[in-house]
């Protein structure tokens, strides 16, 4: 009384499935202002970012200027790195600032499919260079502010992650808007 069974595969071919990355809800964009009596600066940044004074160079030392700080985005596993200079005859020229940082976007150069810069001027008489780069680079935004006479600063957007253009350009795109917004906000003290 055994029955037989005789099971009969058909072959299919293997197609590869693509990678998936996963969805990232997005809130509202909204704002909070940062106002500091240390800093020579106030600005807005969004309500999702809490303010981490930086240190230096991650050293258990303190950091050269009260007013090095990051943008934590924790749910977003981002930062925005936010160093002060003020500016000065000697040693921190304005164009030596500059210099620096173009020299620091450069260094993205290695995996970037293209740099674009974009001079602006706000209405709060705040000027600077908006560097979009393109491709598998650390940082996708950068850029610097000055009133061209006292002060400096430098930003850089980082996405903790293996930089993969396709796998964190939704992230890129949704902090452009806060970037730009934090920009047109910004004025000197």
Known sequence: MGQLFLFGACKQEYVPKPKA????????????????????????????????????????????NPCWMNIDFADFNADLYLSYRQIDSKEKTLPKLINDAYTMNAKHVIKADFIEDSLFVTQNHVYGVFYSVGGDAASAMQFYLTDSMRHFMWASFYVKATPNEDSIAPVNRFFEKDLQHMINTFKWK
């Not at 809800?25 to 909204?30: A, D, I, K, L, V």
Request: charged share 25%; with cysteine.
């Open 21 to 64: 990355y996963p969805r990232i809800t997005f809130p509202e964009h909204s704002y909070t202002a940062f106002n500091n009596n240390e800093c020579p600066f106030t600005f807005e940044y969004p309500v999702y970012g809490k303010i981490v004074k930086k240190d230096s160079l991650r050293l258990a030392k303190t950091a050269e």
